[in-house]
């Protein structure tokens, strides 16, 4: 599974909840972490922290427990472990197809 980072609120959205909306998305500031073609979301850990000098909070992904425990050490928090797509509903974000369509302009995705 694919999964967007927001900067600014510091959520995760679920790429398939905004199926062929990538372009309006990174309109909206949602971030693409894996990459192009790259579904694998299960294979990563996806980490924030919140920059307090830039008021955003930054991701990080990890394909390691260990890298994964450092960063946790470091302040990081966890939004998504390794080896599972469950992500708790506190770093979800939904986008309603209507959000989806107001942004675009009304054009159909």
Request: proline fraction near 2%.
């Amino acid at each position: 599974m694919k999964f967007y980072f927001h900067p600014e609120k510091g959520k995760l959205l679920k790429a398939h909840k905004a199926w062929a909306a990538k372009e309006i998305l990174e309109a909206l500031g949602w971030i693409d972490l894996f990459g192009e073609k790259n579904y694998a979301g299960q294979l990563y850990s996806i980490l924030r922290l919140y920059n307090e000098d830039k008021c955003l909070y930054e991701s990080k992904t990890v394909s390691t427990k260990n890298k994964e425990m450092k960063l946790i050490l470091k302040g990081w928090e966890s939004m998504k472990p390794i080896g599972t797509n469950d992500v708790s509903e506190e770093f979800l974000e939904t986008l309603s197809k209507e959000e989806l369509l107001l942004t675009a302009g009304g054009v159909a995705i």
